[in-house]
């Protein structure tokens, strides 16, 4: 049986933040759940599809095509009264945002909680954007947790909230609390799930053509006025300490705070307002905080989304407090924090000494050598772009040739000895702006994209691609897996999990079905065939796909031959 | 309770999540405050990998320059570079085998020269255990238990409030039936033969 089944209500397990949510949603009865995976979530669809793998599995669970799809999928359950959650990383917010804007207005019956896990300092993303701000966007309430057992208690309450706003409710993580570990003690799994619904017919609500729209914009406003008075009495915020020196935080950043005032041996000298669930901002406890202190030191990473709204608090009600954050230069909109950046900053604001342990001199270290991620020792990949390479150079195009590329392992391709990676968006964007470039330059284009990001989202874009008479190659590395955020099954895998009996889609039939007909597949492992196929296209102008069929090693040593 | 910052070091398929997490399940169990946190995703892939073990109540996951008490580092220029983490009065426990970074085959740069750093570290901080964890490892019954022999020699330190009973019990009951002799005998050795 998966651990994070276990009836053993009471016992301590040492869950991940990810973990956590995945058993929290287990608690809540959560019936459906739709992702698709990225770091820093993926851990939670990882488990959610083992857990639904599972005989009598508490839980439907499926990796949707991307994070759109996702959330459709948990929002229709929601309306039709089943409990439902989605979870992405914070861009995959940005492909879902067209569901979620609309889904706000029409709401839901049964509770729906969206996970959105965001990345400060780019561990593993092309931006570090702050969702919190798609919180105050969508007008959607956001719980923001700081420990694995928080992270629980906030998404079995985040379904509570939910069915009592009937709305979605966002659950905010960062890397920092989706990839630390900490105790959980379980609570009882429901004894039934309420697996089924039943969708209520109400045009009225369901189908926000411009005339329902306007009325679901009021209802909106109003249940979002109605989450306001819950946020001010929720006990996720939290008041500690009392002095004349305020400090609000929420998510990672309050960890850094109890740890710097623990140090600093302060705690009680300090008012300190954590914010568990800073949206909708709970503006009358915020204000109560302000009246109470001279100054306040807001730590927040990334966007100054709470400082900005503190400052607009203390002038709506006409409180004379110094506000100290990312307008004042005491913290940066950038990066994550570290508990240092913390310690000194209110050490600073407190007057207090801050003595650092002293360091040996450790000038004297050379330049080490640095480690960058590469592509594994055979790897697949490498051999498709060296017969690509090869072919160019063969053909004297090299110099001409421009690689936009695409999200997944074979970004690393940027990297030295390969360098065949120029231009990068989001995911699917290597066909969308390989049609740019093949209009807008001479250049010769040649773009990657892998099996999994190309049914992301690399299939409208090819349709656009053949159907405006695009001139480029497209090479699709098929390894048939997700492999970078640890082998997740997607619509063409050739080797399947155990037990995934789900109909596959040839991704050569989907090109096929666009009408282009200039389409091959290579074994990337056969260099000189390989090379003579790449060569045969690129001498070429016209619109070309090219399939480089070989699987992930690591994926085929997991499950290779269990066909 | 007195806190204590671990921080963990290695290169991607070293086990270096693995041992951050059996301290920390050990730590859980003896009753300790804990929180360990791990690198996941793109870092993963032959780079390096950190991980943290914090007792005693703290609540960050990560640990600043020149904060850690503890580090434990599976690879020797790994503990060099993370050297800036550690201050003086911190303990250092360092296989001292080398893997290579293929940088260092490109030409980027070169590897260090680790007898002289490996004195350095021991002239100017308070604790430094280096060892051939490979060797100990091997001698276990299998490569793939260098971090667990590590933890024996974090453990046999006394500095953490786990006792080798309890990293022990932690091993049979999350260590894979097979690999658990193995396992016990890595710890074993890791606490009886670090000679620091």
Known sequence: MHPLLSEDAGKNMLLLGNEAIVRGALEAGCAVAA??????????????????????????????????????????????????????????????SDVLMTLAYVGVKGGMVIITADDPSMHSSQNEQDNRCYARFANLPMLEPTS??????????????SEALELPVMVRTTTRTSHVRGPVEL????????????????????????????????VLLEQIEKAKALSEASSFNILSGNGPLGIVASGVSACYVEDALMELGCADKVSFLRLGFPYPFPRKKIGAFLKDVEKVLVVEELEPFLEEEINLIARDLGIDVQVMGKATGHFSRMYEFDPFMVKRAIADAAGLELERPKRPDLSGIPTLPLRPPVLCKGCPHRETYNAVRDALKELDLEEKAVYPTDIGCYTLGLLPPIQMADYLLCMGSSVGTSAGFSISTDHKIISFIGDSTFFHSGISSLANAFHNRHEFCLVILDNSTTAMTGHQPNPGIEIRPPGYDKPRIPIEDVVRGLGITDIHKVNPYKKKDARSVFKDVLSRGGLSVVIAEAPCILYYRKFGGKK | METKKILFTGVGGQGTLLASRLLGQAAMEAGIPVRVSEVHGMAQRGGVVESTVMLGGLKSPIISQAEADILVSFEPLEALRALGRCSAGSTIITNTVPIVPFTVDLGQAEYPDMDYWLDFMKNNFARVCALDADALAKEAGTTRAVNVVLLGTLISLGEIPVSRQMMEETIRQNVKPKFIDANLKALGLGFERAGC
Not at chain 1, 56 to 77: G, H, L, Q, R, W
Not at chain 1, 149 to 161: G, K, S, W
Request: with cysteine.
């Open chain 1, 148 to 161: 694995p057992a928080e992270a629980r208690d906030m998404t079995v309450a985040a379904f509570e909230l």
């Open chain 1, 187 to 218: 609570k009882t799994l429901p004894e039934e799930v309420k697996r089924k619904g039943a969708f209520e017919k109400d045009p009225r609500r369901w189908v926000p053509v411009p005339a329902v729209a306007r009325i679901r914009h009021k």
């Open chain 1, 35 to 96: 992702a698709y995976p990225g770091t820093p979530s993926s851990e939670i669809g990882n488990n959610l599809f083992f857990i639904s793998q599972e005989k009598d599995s508490p839980i439907y669970f499926e990796f949707s095509t991307n994070e759109k799809v996702a959330m459709e999928v948990a929002a229709a359950a929601a309306a039709a009264g089943v409990r439902s959650l989605t979870c992405m990383k914070h861009v995959g917010m940005n492909v879902a």
